[in-house]
């Protein structure tokens, strides 16, 4: 516990960190960067420990109204075929629709035929944590500030929802699991050709940070996002859920929550996922942790023989060191979810493009300051900001013959982290 909810911050990254220039023409690295987008961390001291400050997160408030209008894709890869869910932050209007999540409609036909721009605004792609979506409270405290921003500086901002989350209805049997980054992967690629000026950008939380993370990786040097930011990511699979099993607490509590969302998720589209499955369902109804509900749903659905398998191929540890675009991690030491002793720390210091920021308070997604704001968002839209409009990127995809990103050297590639062992 510390003193009045005063957290001690820490940084981990390479002893030769990622240099960048500026657009007034000065110099600067990715860790100095870093440094300065990260205010003193001072949460409300009536929640003095991760448990506390992950459990808050089930007293909702309103947080800052964000509205969305949705288009469903198909994918476009056999391999992955069904619907997935985008929503678009736009201005705010007054319709409602029962069959979606809060101040989200659809977009009419009409106005989705128009939606393409010749704009230069950043935007941001948003991928949430395990079983939530666009609603979240945790990530529109990131984005209210940027897409309310004034002038210049507003940014537009887009969610990518997994599949069968925030009241999506899946049209396939392909659900989502740690590595899922199709969906993301084809939304970026829209994004790209439908707003050729904007700069395009990445955050994820949670789960949803780890699925950016190896999206990232597995783009590695050609990767069309020009910086992210990775927020309570679990990297660490297999680490996490021993940790979890650990503990009463871990097990009891959280573990067993989500896996029963998890389950809540498969009855719910229980029509489509039964369709042509290898699942047992009768066993996925007894499952009560989520390791459970993994070794009965992820395993057969893919071909992991056992949760341990699915978690040690799915984990973004490793991805880390494929990753050739500027990223910020923040994490909490007492996060009770994606646990200390999961955290790439050797990792980071193997790669100039990544930093990680350690608070010693925080919990899972939480941060809570005395009023209800989350710390979190502080940082990482200071990093988005500085990223955008003082910083000069190489636009996506600026490599070398031999697939290096210019300015790189190879060193040792005799360990190629991306050397997945799941296939299509």
Not at 139 to 157: D, F, H, I, S
Not at 171 to 197: E, G, H, I, M
Not at 200 to 218: D, F, K, Q, R, V
Not at 261 to 287: E, P, T
């Amino acid at each position: 516990m510390e003193w009045l909810g005063h957290a001690k911050t820490t940084f981990t990254h390479s002893p030769t960190p990622l240099p960048l220039n500026k657009k007034d023409g000065t110099s600067t690295d990715l860790v100095s960067i870093c440094y300065e987008a990260t205010p003193p961390c001072r949460l409300n001291p009536l929640l003095f420990n991760g448990h506390l400050q992950t459990m808050w997160t089930a007293i909702k408030n309103d947080g800052p109204p964000i509205h969305y209008k949705r288009r469903l894709f198909e994918n476009e890869d056999p391999n992955f075929k069904g619907s997935f869910a985008v929503d678009f932050v736009v201005p705010p209007f007054s319709e409602t629709d029962e069959s979606l999540p809060p101040r989200t409609v659809h977009f009419t036909e009409e106005e989705f035929e128009n939606i393409g721009s010749l704009d230069t605004r950043p935007m941001l792609v948003t991928l949430h944590g395990l079983s939530g979506g666009s609603y979240e409270i945790y990530l529109r405290q990131v984005l209210a500030p940027l897409v309310t921003a004034a002038g210049e500086r507003e940014w537009a901002a887009c969610v990518v929802n997994s599949r069968g989350c925030a009241m999506h209805k899946i049209t396939s049997n392909v659900l989502y699991n740690a590595r899922a980054t199709w969906d993301c992967r084809q939304t970026v690629k829209w994004l790209r050709k439908t707003f050729p000026n904007r700069p395009l950008y990445g955050i994820g939380y949670s789960l949803g940070a780890n699925i950016l993370t190896n999206y990232i990786a597995e783009e590695g040097p050609l990767c069309m996002l020009r910086a992210a930011v990775i927020v309570s990511s679990p990297w660490n699979l297999d680490a996490g859920n021993r940790a979890l099993q650990r503990t009463w607490i871990g097990r009891e509590i959280y573990s067993k929550t989500m896996g029963t969302n998890m389950k809540k998720l498969i009855d719910l589209h229980y029509d489509q996922v039964s369709k042509g499955s290898r699942l047992d369902f009768a066993k996925i109804r007894q499952a009560k942790y989520l390791h459970e509900f993994d070794r009965e749903v992820q395993g057969p659905t893919w071909g992991y023989p056992t949760e341990g398998a699915y978690y040690r191929d799915s984990s973004s540890v490793d991805s880390l060191l494929a990753v050739r675009i500027p990223l910020f991690a923040i994490s909490a030491k007492d996060d009770p979810i994606a646990q200390d002793e999961a955290l790439p720390y050797e990792e980071m210091k193997r790669t100039k493009y990544g930093v990680l920021c350690t608070t010693t308070l925080g919990g899972h997604l939480s941060w809570f300051e005395i009023g209800g704001t989350r710390w979190h968002a502080r940082p990482a839209v200071n990093f988005l900001n500085t990223m955008a409009f003082e910083v000069e990127l190489d636009a996506p995809g600026n490599v070398n013959a031999n697939g290096s990103a210019k300015g790189e050297e190879l060193g040792d590639i005799r360990f190629k982290p991306m050397n997945r062992k799941w296939a299509p």
